[in-house]
């Protein structure tokens, strides 16, 4: 959908690589900039030095894209940035403005392009130093992860929730600006920010009248028996996620729950057990076996050992 369509990725780590894989998957041609000694902080730095990880991550957000190298300090940068940008018509900008002006990066240098520019920042509200875990907390939603907590330490949640959602927002808001761009023919450059993002998108599923209500428990994490974890025989797990009343019927009727139909949103200890108590005795392939050629809203985790 987007061939043709070339974009240089100024930026690192989780949020701008995110945009720039969407945006590669719709079919841009995609090239990384990254400076020759330093280059991403997932592949080689901190990040990658604590945690391995961090590079498999890079490779994945990576993959599709082109990797070019540059010694950002060295004289001739700029005129090869320069080069790079005559071909393009989107831009991911994250770096600092010191080094945007080593580069040619500066708002008044790139006013002179047909092109699209989406700058990524913390917040629009508070301070700059901020990673995932201190947009979702700023924002609130953490209180959801702790609501049913006491414990001296809690860990985080493993996705970063902001973060991806900040970058599905800035592969959003440049798709947005090339738009703008074919249409005035001109320089179009928007500023994304990771804590405003995460507070746009999930505020509608944690919203004030919510929060007022003091509402912890929902659908989503684990308020009724029929969307839930439970436990196999041998320490597995099953996802069952049976909300409408043709599939908690099927389910109810394949594994001989005890927990009848008009009961599946009933939010007492009792009719969770009614329902682990069956799945505790089962295990994966008798679970399989029963569920065979049955339309069942019902998955399997199996546990990492």
Same mark, same amino acid.
């Given at each position: 959908?987007?061939?043709?369509?070339?974009?240089?990725?100024?930026?690192?780590?989780?949020?701008?690589?995110?945009?720039?894989?969407?945006?590669?998957?719709?079919?841009?041609?995609?090239?990384?900039?990254?400076?020759?000694?330093?280059?991403?902080?997932?592949?080689?730095?901190?990040?990658?030095?604590?945690?391995?990880?961090?590079?498999?991550?890079?490779?994945?957000?990576?993959?599709?894209?082109?990797?070019?190298?540059?010694?950002?300090?060295?004289?001739?940068?700029?005129?090869?940035?320069?080069?790079?940008?005559?071909?393009?018509?989107?831009?991911?900008?994250?770096? +600092?403005?010191?080094?945007?002006?080593? /580069?040619?990066? !500066?708002?008044?240098?790139?006013?002179?392009?047909?092109? %699209? &520019?989406? #700058?990524?920042?913390?917040?629009?509200?508070?301070?700059?130093?901020?990673?995932?875990?201190?947009?979702?907390?700023?924002?609130?939603?953490?209180?959801?992860?702790?609501?049913?907590?006491?414990?001296?330490?809690?860990?985080?949640?493993?996705?970063?929730?902001?973060?991806?959602?900040?970058?599905?927002?800035?592969?959003?808001?440049?798709?947005?600006?090339?738009?703008?761009?074919?249409?005035?023919?001109?320089?179009?450059?928007?500023?994304?920010?990771?804590?405003?993002?995460?507070?746009?998108?999930?505020?509608?599923?944690?919203?004030?009248?919510?929060?007022?209500?003091?509402?912890?428990?929902?659908?989503?994490? +684990?308020?009724?028996?029929?969307?839930? /974890?439970?436990? !196999?025989?041998?320490?597995?797990?099953?996802?069952?996620? %049976? &909300?409408? #009343?043709?599939?908690?019927?099927?389910?109810?009727?394949?594994?001989?729950?005890?927990?009848?139909?008009?009961?599946?949103?009933?939010?007492?200890?009792?009719?969770?057990?009614?329902?682990?108590?069956?799945?505790?005795?089962?295990?994966?392939?008798?679970?399989?076996?029963?569920?065979?050629?049955?339309?069942?809203?019902?998955?399997?985790?199996?546990?990492?050992?």
């Amino acid at each position: 959908m987007l061939k043709g369509i070339r974009i240089l990725d100024f930026t690192h780590r989780l949020p701008g690589p995110l945009a720039g894989k969407i945006l590669a998957d719709l079919g841009a041609e995609v090239i990384k900039v990254e400076d020759v000694k330093h280059k991403d902080p997932f592949l080689s730095g901190m990040f990658s030095a604590f945690d391995r990880s961090f590079e498999n991550w890079y490779e994945e957000l990576n993959q599709k894209k082109q990797i070019v190298r540059l010694d950002f300090k060295a004289p001739g940068a700029k005129a090869q940035v320069l080069e790079l940008l005559s071909g393009s018509q989107g831009l991911l900008l994250s770096l +600092g403005h010191k080094l945007r002006e080593t /580069l040619g990066l !500066t708002d008044s240098e790139l006013k002179h392009f047909e092109l %699209a &520019v989406v #700058e990524l920042e913390a917040s629009s509200t508070h301070n700059k130093a901020m990673h995932d875990l201190n947009a979702l907390a700023i924002s609130g939603y953490l209180s959801l992860h702790i609501a049913h907590e006491d414990a001296p330490i809690v860990a985080p949640p493993f996705l970063p929730v902001a973060g991806i959602a900040f970058g599905q927002q800035v592969a959003t808001q440049l798709l947005a600006n090339l738009i703008e761009v074919m249409r005035t023919k001109q320089f179009v450059k928007s500023v994304s920010y990771l804590h405003d993002t995460a507070d746009a998108i999930l505020h509608p599923f944690w919203s004030k009248t919510l929060r007022d209500q003091k509402k912890t428990k929902f659908l989503h994490n +684990g308020a009724y028996p029929c969307y839930s /974890l439970y436990r !196999t025989q041998e320490g597995h797990y099953v996802a069952v996620a %049976a &909300v409408e #009343e043709k599939f908690w019927s099927d389910l109810r009727e394949t594994f001989s729950i005890p927990l009848p139909l008009e009961r599946r949103f009933d939010t007492t200890v009792e009719a969770f057990s009614l329902v682990s108590g069956v799945f505790a005795k089962l295990t994966v392939d008798q679970i399989e076996e029963r569920s065979k050629n049955k339309e069942l809203c019902l998955s399997i985790v199996r546990k990492i050992s």
